[in-house]
């Protein structure tokens, strides 16, 4: 019913948002607007109006930005429950505005107005991934932050690190040939690495129980080319993922044999 709305009313509301005010209501005639926005997340709420009142909100949560080329780097030391953070360059803006939290539904905020060279933040938990971002604006009163703030630097952190409590999933054997196999899988979930994932160990032996040695990779790869394998022999793979800590659990065992001739069907394993 287009024809009978004479105008939008616009509300763009920062998550989070500690400001004591509601932000301003924009009113609009057209059916777009444009704004500048720091890489804070933001909620979008949107309404048409007529003689005869104003409609219902539709809800827009904005994407995520990819990161960009930001101005400042984040440094972040674990101190406890709590995470002293500094930067670099240094840079003094009338006010720091920091966002810590691990998603857009938990996330904290804090203003700053004290010239400081690093701040401290709390609610940290061992074994999650806590995304900071800090935002720099020289206007300091807090209505206006969403239309001043700039995103200075952005980094992650994990309080404690813990090792991967799974191993990679949908582990496939493909290409098998006499003497090679093509080994591939799916990258450990966010939410399973608890810890910063630096990277897979493949491990393999064959029907004697010879094992060969393991193989390291790091965690931007997904396959491995076994070679110098021997023909017409059962080979079983396990793969894991390690941090910091230390190494996750191994996959189940794969078992896979090399033919005698050319080469056999692709075999899957899915967690």
């Not at 509300?11 to 057209?30: A, T, V, W």
């Not at 230390?246 to 794969?254: A, I, K, V």
Request: net charge positive; hydrophobic share 30%.
């Amino acid at each position: 019913q287009s024809e009978n709305v004479l105008g939008y009313f616009v509300n763009l509301e920062r998550i989070p948002n500690s400001c004591s005010h509601p932000p301003n209501q924009i009113s609009l005639k057209d059916r777009k607007i444009r704004v500048n926005l720091s890489m804070a997340y933001y909620r979008v709420n949107i309404s048409a109006y007529n003689n005869a009142g104003e409609s219902p909100q539709a809800i827009y949560i904005v994407p995520e930005f990819s990161v960009t080329d930001l101005p400042g780097q984040i440094h972040v030391k674990s101190q406890g429950a709590n995470a002293v953070v500094t930067w670099t360059p240094e840079y003094n803006p009338k006010c720091f505005v920091v966002d810590w939290g691990t998603g857009k539904e938990d996330m904290h905020m804090k203003i700053i107005t004290t010239a400081t060279k690093h701040f401290t933040l709390d609610n940290f938990q061992p074994y999650k991934l806590y995304k900071i971002m800090v935002h720099a604006s020289d206007v300091c009163h807090c209505e206006s932050f969403i239309r001043h703030e700039k995103t200075f630097g952005l980094t992650h952190f994990y309080s404690v690190e813990g090792v991967p409590r799974t191993g990679p999933t949908n582990v496939t054997i493909l290409n098998i040939t006499k003497y090679s196999a093509l080994v591939k899988w799916t990258e450990i979930a966010v939410e399973d690495r608890l810890g910063f994932l630096q990277g897979y160990r493949i491990s393999y032996t064959d029907s004697s129980r010879k094992k060969s040695p393991t193989v390291t990779l790091n965690s931007s790869i997904t396959s491995y080319h076994l070679t110098g394998l021997k023909e017409k022999t059962t080979y079983r793979v396990q793969i894991s993922g390690f941090t910091n800590a230390g190494e996750g659990p191994m996959t189940y065992s794969l078992p896979f044999s090399t033919p005698k001739y050319g080469t056999v069907e692709p075999l899957y394993i899915c967690i």
